[in-house]
């Protein structure tokens, strides 16, 4: 037997995407490694310029240049790989906790679990959609997303969206069919 796919939250679901919501929101953000990659790299690239000038003002040997010189280029090209694969490993894992609360979602409207836990799934999945470390756009495609669910799951996300924001989160709808229906 299929699931209801109404998109009304009961005072149970709205109970169960409170819990989710806050207990998400207590965790404590991943760190994000390109901040310090593009900082490392940064005074890489400033070392690099100036090493040059530094010899007009101090008395410099050619080995502790050219060491001053490799450091400077060690600097630059490990905080760019550290902010580039850092940032993908971070993404990566966002990405993987979305797709098991899509499951999640699929499977109570296929029947296969309880709406309790697609509650809180839909939860998890609006949380990683606006979360800290999406910076201005969700770290997954939220139209994939969204066609994938189909109406009957968008509805269920969309109404927990509309309940965070009705609860005073103070954050932009994402999924279509938030708010309004103005998201996506």
């Keep these: 037997m299929a699931?209801?796919?109404?998109?009304?939250?009961?005072?149970?679901?709205?109970?169960?995407?409170?819990?989710?919501?806050?207990?998400?929101?207590?965790?404590?953000?991943?760190?994000?490694?390109?901040?310090?990659?593009?900082?490392?790299?940064?005074?890489?690239?400033?070392?690099?310029?100036?090493?040059?000038?530094?010899?007009?003002?101090?008395?410099?040997?050619?080995?502790?240049?050219?060491?001053?010189?490799?450091?400077?280029?060690?600097?630059?090209?490990?905080?760019?790989?550290?902010?580039?694969l850092g940032g993908t490993l971070q993404s990566r894992a966002v990405r993987r906790d979305a797709e098991a609360a899509v499951h999640s979602i699929l499977a109570y409207l296929e029947g296969g679990s309880d709406r309790e836990e697609a509650v809180r799934a839909a939860a998890r999945l609006v949380a990683?959609?606006?979360?800290?470390?999406?910076?201005?756009?969700?770290?997954?495609?939220?139209?994939?997303?969204s066609r994938r669910l189909g109406p009957a799951g968008l509805a269920l996300v969309g109404a927990v969206e509309r309940h965070r924001t009705a609860s005073g989160s103070g954050m932009p709808p994402i999924f279509p069919g938030g708010p309004e229906g103005t998201g996506g």
Excluded at 17 to 46: H, K, T, W, Y
Excluded at 128 to 145: I, K, M, T
Aim: proline letters at 11%; one cysteine or more.
């Design 3 to 84: 699931a209801d796919p109404t998109p009304d939250l009961t005072p149970t679901d709205r109970e169960a995407a409170n819990d989710e919501l806050a207990r998400l929101a207590g965790r404590a953000a991943p760190r994000d490694p390109q901040i310090p990659g593009c900082l490392v790299s940064f005074a890489g690239m400033v070392v690099l310029t100036l090493t040059p000038a530094l010899g007009n003002w101090v008395e410099l040997s050619p080995e502790a240049g050219m060491a001053l010189f490799a450091f400077a280029v060690a600097a630059l090209f490990a905080g760019a790989v550290v902010a580039l």
């Design 128 to 145: 990683l959609a606006a979360g800290p470390g999406s910076r201005n756009r969700p770290p997954f495609r939220v139209d994939e997303v």
